[in-house]
């Protein structure tokens, strides 16, 4: 059984990122800039932005991080959002989701200039990607991608099924892997709380991604003998013995899935470090887009 090693993974790609910004500075190029938008004080949240901003610093781009109180009006945030289009600092915004519910999340998304929206969810870059044009890809998709290619696990002409349909995960994963690319060309399920059965399609997977947010929905018995499993739950467990209070644990039941496995990604530290670094391809690519 392969451990598919994310953090080492995505520290390769932030220092790839690095040089690359080095060479922007000694070329008397602009830096990436990438502004976050945070609205409220969700502890998820607000850890991710600084996970976010810290991964900025690290390769060297400039980041600003506008934090609003959860009050802040819709179009208090939409009047950030078109100041940050208009600043040519800025190459990438940031609205970290979710946005307190008397905020239109889809309004907000639908404001941040499509060339800016490093994201990957203003719905032009959606249906760009879903018929195979160059985008941002969204960077979950993007980073569960990237781990394969990485770890030569070729996804073409395999069984991909994928456990979820949510915008941000299970339907912009299936639609990057259905591509007509080398990177991908799988035949895709898309199995979710519809079904009947889940373990009816999660049993014929070759590559089987597990988005559903539930710790242990995916079990041994629900998979084939040698799959690769890709795990991108992220779920907060009581934990008395954790200083935070918590732990992280993914979808899957990883003690007895991974004996069955070829390749599993562990949680924390596999898809999760992947996402943060595909922001960071994503608004280098957004900089590089505005100086030609
Ligand atoms: C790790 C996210 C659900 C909803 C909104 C590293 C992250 C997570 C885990 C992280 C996520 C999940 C992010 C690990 C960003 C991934 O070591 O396993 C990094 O920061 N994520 C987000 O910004 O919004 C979310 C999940």
Not at 78 to 100: R, T
Request: hydrophobic fraction near 40%; aromatic fraction near 6%; proline fraction near 5%.
């Amino acid at each position: 059984m392969i451990m598919i090693d994310g953090k080492q993974t995505s520290q390769t790609i932030r220092n790839e990122i690095k040089v690359a910004v080095e060479k922007l500075k000694k070329e008397g190029k602009q830096i990436p800039g990438l502004a976050f938008i945070l609205v409220g004080n969700n502890p998820a949240s607000v850890s991710y932005v600084t996970g976010k901003g810290k991964a900025c610093e690290e390769v060297g781009f400039y980041s600003v991080t506008e934090r609003l109180p959860a009050e802040t009006s819709e179009t208090d945030v939409l009047a950030l959002v078109q100041k940050f289009n208009n600043d040519s600092a800025i190459h990438g915004i940031l609205v970290q989701l979710p946005l307190p519910k008397h905020i239109d999340e889809q309004k907000v998304i639908e404001a941040i200039n499509p060339k800016k929206d490093v994201d990957g969810f203003h719905p032009i870059n959606v249906g760009k990607m879903m018929i195979g044009l160059e985008t941002f890809y969204s960077c979950t998709p993007f980073g569960i991608v990237e781990l394969l290619k990485r770890y030569n696990i070729n996804p073409s002409g395999k069984h991909v099924v994928v456990v979820g349909r949510s915008n941000i995960v299970g339907k912009p994963v299936a639609n990057m892997l259905l591509q007509k690319k080398e990177w991908a060309n799988a035949v895709v399920t898309v199995a979710h709380t519809g079904a009947k059965d889940i373990s009816y399609y999660t049993k014929q997977a070759d590559i089987l991604i597990a988005a559903v947010g539930k710790p242990n929905a995916i079990t041994a018995d629900m998979i084939k003998e040698g799959a690769v499993i890709i795990d991108v739950g992220i779920n907060r467990i009581d934990d008395v013995t954790k200083k935070t209070g918590f732990r992280l644990v993914g979808d899957v039941d990883f003690e007895n899935v991974k004996e069955k496995s070829s390749a599993i990604t562990p949680v924390p530290g596999g898809v999760g470090p992947m996402t943060i670094a595909m922001l960071l391809v994503n608004t280098l690519k957004a900089a590089e887009n505005s100086n030609q």
